[in-house]
Nanobody, 125 residues
C-alpha cells in the first residue's frame, strides 16, 4: 500500500513561481514512475508531466513545456513540480500519481495505481 501526499500549493501571481511536492510513503517498493495531473474547475483532469522511475526520462504536456519542470529525489521518495511563469489557466488542483507495473502509458490516468489527494494551485492577481 502506497500513500501519496501533495503539498506546496497556494496562491501565486501571474508570472510567478511555485514548487509543489509529492511525498510517497508506505510500501513503495523502490521508485515508481510518477506523474502530475491537474483538474481545473469544470474541466477534465489532464496530464501535466511525468517522470520515469530512474529520473532520466521526462514528459510534458505542450501547455507547460518550457515552464514546468518535474524532478524527483528517490532517496526522499519525493517528486517535485517546479512551476514557473504561471498563468491563470494553470489554476487547478494538482494531483500526484504513481505507476507500478511493467507497462507505462505516461499520459493516461488509467496507467496509475495510486493518487494523492491533490493540492490547490491558484494563479490570480
Amino acid at each position: 500500500q502506497v500513500q501519496l501526499v501533495e503539498s506546496g500549493g497556494g496562491l501565486v501571481l501571474p508570472g510567478g513561481s511555485l514548487r509543489i511536492s509529492c511525498a510517497a510513503s508506505g510500501r513503495t517498493f523502490g521508485s515508481p514512475n510518477m506523474a502530475w495531473f491537474r483538474q481545473a474547475p469544470g474541466k477534465e483532469r489532464e496530464f501535466v508531466t511525468a517522470i520515469a522511475r530512474s529520473g532520466f526520462s521526462t514528459y510534458y504536456a505542450d501547455s507547460v513545456k518550457g515552464r514546468f519542470t518535474i524532478s524527483r529525489d528517490n532517496a526522499k521518495n519525493t517528486v517535485y513540480l517546479q512551476m514557473n511563469s504561471l498563468k491563470p489557466e494553470d489554476t487547478a488542483v494538482y494531483y500526484c500519481a504513481a505507476h507500478f507495473g511493467s507497462y507505462w502509458d505516461y499520459k493516461m490516468e488509467s496507467s496509475y495505481n495510486y493518487w494523492g489527494q491533490g493540492t490547490q494551485v491558484t494563479v490570480s492577481s
